[in-house]
């Protein structure tokens, strides 16, 4: 089978390429790479692969290196689980004592993580870091709605400013916007969370809770709960530069697995595909998991000649895996969000290329700087945190529907039973 093209956002590929009328909508068209050998430096422009990692079960790590242990059906083996246990201690033990150099947390290896952090009786949003690890740059604010109905994204170089995000991975209280009407009112406000005097166990930040209430029990630092001007502090709070809403589009229908979101202008949906597969044992089960991202593009004057109005272009693929400590394989196909982001959003660049003679140094970018660029754009940030919010959301979906099944069948079990 063909793959979508992903380098169709340019017109002059576009007029080189078939297509195919999209079912789902009309005058639509899908945009593929064809398989002859005149195409094939196509087949070979850059892509990102990312492979999604559980890390303690609430939090993902999104990284472009393969571990080899959750790789495996069952994952790690006990074995290898108490090796990584006792040199994660001993690590610890070394840098407590300074014997060894600790590496920087804060840089980026091309990698992101997705952590979810847990506060009793609140609901934070998950923080989509641009690294390794929580303590790296956060780049966007991810709010989940009841059902899965609605994500809230809150993108931007402000949320990674000193102080807005506190060690537990949440927006501290000097940056809360204010009550929930005014939240309401302004989407990019941010919602901050006050330290508690108590803390149950398995909430995010036990080190800083604690290190708080000893000093507000010794009175030697000032407090972040306390504001010294409510009304000036909610005036003055940070604020996210963008919002992106992704939304569930057709919930009651047979294509259920579509989601929509808008980012400057353009419309980019996450839908299910089966142009991907599961190539191990059991793969079969994976086959409705899988997704995709396009985005709809106006169409260039040669197709719109042929009566369609729209091209879909594929920006992405996720293919879902059967392992245990895997989620599954993100595809990024770098060469197309590159093209989009300079013909539809240039904005979207680093502000270093976004000048009078913008195009020229735009077109004076190696591969390997495109790639870099790209993956540093807000656009590309947005994309990951879609992803994300695609397969976290339809696994609780199936989750939540095998769990209905199951209870169904023993209900009626018991019923059998006692009839």
Not at 220 to 231: F, G, R, Y
Not at 339 to 356: F, G, K, Y
Request: proline content about 4%; some cysteine.
């Amino acid at each position: 089978m063909a793959a979508l093209a992903i380098a169709a956002s340019s017109s002059d590929a576009v007029s080189k390429l078939p297509t195919s009328l999209d079912k789902s909508e009309t005058n639509w068209t899908v945009t593929r790479l064809s398989t002859t050998n005149s195409d094939s430096t196509l087949l070979r422009e850059p892509r990102s692969t990312y492979h999604i990692y559980h890390k303690k079960e609430t939090h993902k790590c999104i990284s472009q290196t393969i571990y080899p242990p959750k790789e495996r059906r069952f994952g790690p083996t006990t074995k290898e689980i108490k090796a990584k246990h006792k040199q994660r201690k001993l690590e610890a033990a070394q840098k407590k004592e300074g014997t060894v150099t600790a590496t920087s947390e804060s840089a980026t290896d091309g990698s992101f993580f997705l952590h979810t952090p847990y506060l009793a009786f609140h609901d934070p949003p998950r923080v989509l870091y641009d690294g390794s690890t929580k303590h790296c740059k956060p780049v966007v604010l991810i709010h989940s709605k009841f059902l899965w109905q609605r994500y809230k994204l809150q993108v931007g170089p402000s949320i990674a400013a000193r102080g807005v995000l506190d060690p537990r991975g949440v927006v501290c209280w000097q940056q809360h916007g204010g009550n929930s009407k005014a939240l309401k009112a302004d989407d990019r406000k941010l919602k901050g969370y006050k330290v508690r005097t108590w803390r149950l166990w398995g909430e995010t930040g036990k080190k800083y809770v604690h290190r708080v209430k000893a000093a507000r029990h010794a009175g030697a630092s000032p407090d972040p709960d306390i504001l010294e001007n409510e009304a000036d502090a909610q005036t003055n709070a940070a604020r996210a530069d963008e919002v992106v809403y992704l939304k569930w589009s057709r919930p009651f229908s047979s294509n259920t697995r579509r989601y929509h979101f808008a980012f400057r202008g353009i419309d980019f949906y996450w839908k299910g595909t089966g142009t991907v597969q599961e190539t191990r044992a059991c793969g079969f089960f994976v086959r409705f998991n899988h997704l995709k991202l396009v985005a709809k593009l106006p169409a260039p004057l040669e197709v719109k000649k042929a009566g369609m109005a729209w091209i879909e272009v594929c920006l992405g693929k996720y293919t879902s895996s059967i392992a245990a400590k895997k989620c599954g394989r993100l595809e990024l196909f770098d060469g197309a969000i590159w093209r989009l982001i300079v013909e539809h959003m240039p904005s979207a660049l680093p502000q270093m290329l976004v000048d009078e003679d913008g195009r020229e140094e735009v077109e004076k970018q190696s591969e390997a700087a495109r790639t870099e660029l790209v993956g540093k754009s807000v656009l590309y940030h947005v994309i990951v945190a879609t992803a994300m919010c695609m397969i976290l959301g339809e696994q609780q979906k199936r989750e939540t529907i095998r769990a209905i099944i199951e209870a169904l069948i023993s209900e009626g079990a018991v019923g059998g039973v006692g009839g």
